[in-house]
């Protein structure tokens, strides 16, 4: 690590008064001085290194308070990613392609982060379609929380036969004649979708550690530093830990992770959670990856996944003493715990068992929170402050608005999630992404949504008394979101002492118009004050190359986040301190987009 460098010359949002600065020294991985350009080049030595900002904008690192980065780190590599691509056509070229080159018995995996609405033509891939573009290799294509559409060779690989049954909380739909269309439906819930995704080939462990990083390097690229790990359906700890603790061992990590140890075994929830209060120690690790706590599955029966396609989940009358036996150990252990919520009716209820628990186990200073909590009351929500918790939200609406509004109304939309009255009435809030199954993985697209209160494919929700100015988003994304690690005052700021976590971005946040935010992402990104990631005008200072994916894999033709040439950009070619600026590989505009956790994985 260098003992001194400075970048100066550029718009620094510190997240503190002054809000913006001129430069910053960074030594020894933290922040030691913030001020003007002449006073912070003053301290510059024979052997200092001194970075130009040209002006750009620099934000602290992001930090998504719910990411599933280690499951999705493992997979990231084999999967073909629709998140941003704007039209059908294009995702079924896609598919076809890597159909083509995927080798048996790998299938080709579209796991999430898109949905219909932000495609061209509105609407979703038949299974006419996907069989045509895919006629031999198996294909699985995951929507949300609600279906998987399988292509024939997929069900074959799977097994999926006229004899097969429906499993419990799941549909495979079947034709006049009994036969499996290769459509399976989550009704009510998503296990389905994710036993069945869990049938598929896995990479080995060589190219698992490879794929972690390539999706650690994706997030640099899109500004994030940082993540608070959710856990999920089938990453048992600590089996499913060792990629990530190798690569910790290894010295890199490029992404900051907290995880935390969700469940896997229903009605032995209680079983795990002993187990591992008694066989780790909270917060072992370090500040690039530490244990958080647990959650955010604490007991099935406490499972109120969202998929607005279908009613609200009607929970089981053993869910109030189940949770009670795992708070109360939970609490009594001092482990922080987060808890999957998505309804008022549920959060109700959870609520109770809390406050029950708190009288004989107090919570204060424990740093528990609910994940999500959509359509909670401001009733609730004082309740939620009074035990000393808080919410992390995520963009879920934004990827399941149109669904909600359908169901729900337009008025039930308008604040749902309540983010500004979550801050009005005093609760910590962290923002996210809940990625990489029922949301894309881009904080841009989550910090669009938190200011502009539209969906993907452009439907406004929210009015303006439910959005967020652009440095209270922000503020939620580093700041915010450091509190549900109890890291708060470490990271979330570049102010002196601080982390020195930063991302300099393609384009003036604060400036540019709320259309374009969705279109950033980071030219120079900087943890602990080493560079993970540079491009664009810092292409020079960029990190040596990652080990290469396979060359089969869809990652190593199209890449993670749908990305489109400068050239195609137009309008977003950024004028800062008398020089031109043009962000490369920006997203089209309005034009081509045609705008006008389930209980068992998460």
Avoid at 18 to 24: G, I, K, N, S, T
């Amino acid at each position: 690590m260098r003992n001194l460098r400075i970048f100066h010359n550029g718009k620094i949002a510190t997240n503190s008064k002054p809000y913006f600065a001129e430069a910053m020294a960074v030594e020894n991985g933290k922040i030691s001085s913030v001020g003007r350009n002449s006073e912070i080049l003053r301290l510059k030595k024979p052997d200092t290194e001194t970075i130009d900002l040209r002006g750009q904008t620099v934000i602290p690192g992001l930090n998504d308070s719910h990411l599933h980065i280690i499951r999705g780190g493992l997979h990231y590599n084999l999967e073909l990613r629709w998140d941003g691509v704007p039209s059908l056509a294009d995702a079924l070229r896609m598919l076809k392609e890597q159909a083509a080159r995927t080798p048996a018995p790998q299938w080709v995996r579209v796991v999430g982060g898109w949905n219909e609405f932000q495609f061209a033509e509105r609407r979703m891939p038949t299974l006419d379609e996907i069989n045509a573009v895919a006629p031999e290799t198996p294909v699985f294509v995951l929507h949300l929380y609600d279906r998987a559409f399988l292509n024939a060779a997929a069900l074959r690989a799977v097994g999926y036969t006229k004899d097969s049954p429906n499993p419990p909380g799941g549909e495979i739909q079947r034709d006049k004649q009994g036969n499996p269309t290769g459509m399976l439906i989550a009704r009510p819930n998503a296990g389905i979708l994710y036993s069945t995704l869990a049938k598929g080939p896995l990479l080995s462990f060589e190219d698992q550690l490879v794929s972690t990083r390539h999706f650690m390097r994706e997030m640099n690229r899109l500004g994030v530093t940082s993540a608070i790990d959710a856990g999920g359906g089938f990453q048992n700890y600590p089996d499913d830990y060792g990629v990530i603790t190798e690569l910790h061992d290894r010295n890199q990590m490029t992404v900051r992770v907290a995880y935390n140890l969700f469940t896997q075994r229903p009605k032995h929830e209680l079983e795990d959670f002993k187990r591992w209060t008694g066989s780790t120690i909270l917060h072992q690790g370090d500040s690039t990856l530490r244990l958080n706590g647990a959650g955010e599955m604490l007991v099935f029966s406490a499972a109120d996944f969202e998929d607005f396609l279908e009613p609200r989940p009607d929970l089981g009358g053993v869910l109030e003493g189940e949770l009670d036996a795992v708070i109360r150990h939970l609490a009594a252990a001092r482990w922080p715990f987060r808890l999957h919520a998505t309804y008022n009716e549920s959060i109700e209820r959870f609520l109770n068992v809390f406050e029950k628990v708190n009288r004989d186990i107090p919570f204060k200073g424990l740093h528990w929170f609910f994940d999500h909590a959509e359509t909670i009351s401001d009733r609730n929500i004082e309740r939620v402050v009074a035990l000393g918790g808080g919410i992390a939200v995520q963009h879920r609406m934004a990827y399941q608005g149109e669904y909600f509004v359908n169901r729900y109304g337009a008025d039930a939309a308008r604040k749902t999630p309540p983010v500004r009255r979550m801050l009005d009435l005093g609760c910590p809030v962290g923002a996210g992404t809940d990625a990489t199954r029922v949301a894309s993985f881009n904080p841009f697209v989550s910090l669009y949504w938190l200011v502009t209160g539209k969906t993907v494919g452009g439907l406004e929700l929210y009015p303006e008394n439910n959005r967020l100015t652009r440095e209270e988003a922000l503020r939620l994304y580093t700041q915010g979101s450091s509190w549900f690690s109890t890291e708060d005052g470490a990271k979330g700021g570049l102010s002196e002492g601080q982390m020195a976590d930063f991302a300099v971005l393609t384009n003036d946040f604060f400036k540019i118009p709320a259309e374009e935010i969705k279109y950033l992402e980071s030219q120079l990104t900087v943890v602990g004050g080493e560079i993970v990631h540079a491009s664009h005008d810092f292409q020079s200072l960029a990190p040596p190359p990652l080990p290469a994916a396979l060359d089969w894999a869809p990652t190593a033709h199209y890449g993670g986040y749908h990305q489109v040439e400068a050239a195609t950009a137009g309008s977003l070619i950024h004028r800062c301190e008398g020089h031109s600026h043009v962000p490369g590989r920006h997203k089209l505009g309005e034009a081509i987009w045609g705008l006008g956790c389930d209980c068992f994985a998460f």
